[in-house]
């Protein structure tokens, strides 16, 4: 009898060790693959939503779209930061008015929570009106002066097209 009732501790211990290495094991798998499943680092369709930056450099964003959650919306919503060229904050601060202004929120909907604590250290948010736009197609752009760094929010950034579903995101 002391022998059975050792064997099932035994393989209980076994079992719960094995449901604790498998995450581990996992974790370490996607960071060795470099996949990050809670955004996306491909600055290509930012390019094309705002292509008022030009190239960047780096991207980390998220999408409204991500995570199908059920809820079916013709609205796509882009939210997260980018790196800019070198020299491009100066060529738009040359052409535009800007104002020191932080963010309104630090990412409050539910697909934005991936981008919390994320973007520049202590961060010198500045923005122009003139580049935002808004309506139904409506973007807010900060940008960081000492990064280089700029946080978007865009609704609807491709246009019409994107009830028929032809956007990157």
């Known amino acids: 009898m002391e022998r059975r009732k050792l064997f099932r501790i035994g393989i209980g211990i076994g079992m719960g060790a094995g449901t604790a290495v498998l995450p581990a094991w996992w974790a370490v798998r996607q960071v060795a693959s470099g996949t990050d499943p809670d955004w996306h680092t491909d600055p290509a369709p930012l390019e094309q ?7 960047l ?3 980390t964003w998220v ?3 991500d995570e199908d959650r059920g809820l079916p919306s013709p609205d796509l919503v882009i939210s997260g930061f980018a790196r800019l060229a070198p020299g491009k904050l100066d060529e738009l601060k040359a052409a535009h008015a800007f104002v020191s202004e932080e963010p309104d929120d630090d990412f409050s909907s539910w697909f934005e929570k991936p981008l919390k604590g994320e973007g520049p250290d202590a961060p010198q948010w500045i923005r122009s009106h003139e580049l935002d736009r808004s309506g139904d197609f409506s973007t807010e752009l900060w940008f960081d002066r000492r990064s280089d760094t700029v946080r978007f929010r865009a609704l609807n950034p491709y246009g019409q097209g994107l009830a028929s579903g032809s956007h990157p995101a």
């Open 57 to 59: 450099t780096e991207a």
């Open 49 to 55: 939503a705002f292509p008022l930056l030009g190239p």
């Open 63 to 65: 999408s409204s779209r």
